[in-house]
């Protein structure tokens, strides 16, 4: 039975959609009366030869999806739901060195090697340097006179340094990282006025910036992990152009997600004061899981069908594009008790914030919580009495729950 409340027409992956609001009433009403629905588009409206997708949107659905990559493939399309119309199709396969876009075996090989980047050690290793940071970053945002962007001054500055204090990009690089990261996902913005071939042009310069730090490490081994994932030979390395790859995912996956995560978390505080006030006097481990479900950064992803199959009671044909929209399974009320309240003790919390499980289960997840206690915890300490100065302005993406400019006041 068609969904009633869904207009004629309605693309979930629209940008101008995302620019203005996530969808929350209708992803309601799709997991209520049609959890898997196909939503048509024009012939390569999306960068793909077909006719549309099929929109996933209840949680045991996106985590099956998920769950199941022999089924439902990233790397026939990718896992980018949605191109600009005028992508070559050269351009879309060649993602496909990209972690985020491969399935297994490849990607088992690959993950295998650079998840020596995410060991418990070495996350540790990082914290007291973050901790610091943090605390630096609040500090300066706080001398700042009168109102200011919290994402400029606070949200985006961890995220990159984090990055780069993990893989040893010098400090005097990381805000061509930073440029770079942000190109690259903001091409369906018009404020940033930047074209699909800007976008390509900053990753093939993020990609040739690695693959000389690898080709470096490889002629003058340091004790650092750049040249533990490019030389370790009985292991298994990463070739120069893989780590290129890996770090641009990185920058996207470790950098923009994360920032999106904080502003929004902050947006939520500061329109939930009374979250805002446990937080300040209690500080829940659990707070970091509830802003990532609340934020969740990413959208959606997309899968692809290997073979004829169902979900949901649809027929699912080979071919087929599945797009996972993660915001609707992070509200979804069979999992979530009252999901549409912003409750930072949420416990349990299965979100899938950080993907639906699987083989492409966020890699970063331990450090990416990290960043949001580090930085609440400083924001907390030293501006308790943070003020909303103005609506967030909102990124204009198919698949990027991103905040561009958020304005706030110390009261």
Known sequence: MPCPALPDGFDFTDPDLLRHRVPFPEYAELRRAEPVRWIPQPDNLAGFQDEGYWAVTRHADVKY??????????????AIIRFNEHIERDAIDAQRLILLNMDPPEHTRVRGIVQRVFTP???????????????????????HPGPFDFVTQVACELPLQAIAELIGIPQDDRAKIFDWSNKMISYDDPEYAITEAVGQESATELIAYAMNMAADRKQCPAKDIVTTLVTAADEGSLGSDEFGFFVLMLAVAGNETTRNAITHGMHAFLTHPEQWELYRRERPQTAAEEIVRWATPVNSFQRTATQDTELGGKPIRKGDRLGLFYAAANHDPEVFENPDAFDVTRDPNPHLGFGGGGPHFCLGKSLAVLEIDLIFNAVADAMPGLRLAGEPDRLRSAWINGVKHLQVSLG
């Open 65 to 78: 999806v998920s769950t199941h990559p022999e089924l439902f493939s990233s790397w026939v399309n990718t």
């Open 121 to 143: 050690r070495a996350i540790r290793a990082l914290e007291q340097r973050l901790r610091d940071r943090a605390h630096r970053i609040v500090e300066e945002a706080r001398a």
